[in-house]
């Protein structure tokens, strides 16, 4: 079994600059491991807190299961993530010191288990963000213009 991305989180590119990233596993329910099987999962506003020594995820949406009954759980909830007490120390660390976020910025199946790819990011400024976007437009253009030379 390889990986199977399940969602991505384009924004978190978009609004921050990613230092280094970080696996995580994820407590689920059984409806909601059912639900990310069919694909129905949103990184888009999500963002990941130290909370009393632990990490957790907010505002990951994970779409109720259609088939399942009162075992469903609210779609946006904090789900405790599983990292080792070093890599949360070192998190917090970091998080306290620099003013750093803690950015999902992948979902994904790994051997049969969820995992979360957590992002250590620093927030762009307004003008970085429209750098990095002529960066890209420009790129586009040198691959659309070698792509028509030939």
Known sequence: M??????????????????????????????????LRLGKANLKDAFCRIMGGELYVNNLHISPYEFGNRENADPTRARKLLVHRAELDKLARKVDEKGLSLVPTKLYFKEGRVKIEIGIARGKKLHDKRQTLKSKEADREMARALRDRH
């Open 2 to 35: 390889g990986i199977k991305i399940i969602a991505n989180n384009k924004k978190a590119y978009h609004d921050y600059f990613i230092d280094e990233v970080l696996e995580a596993g994820m407590v689920l329910l059984g409806t909601e491991v059912k639900s």
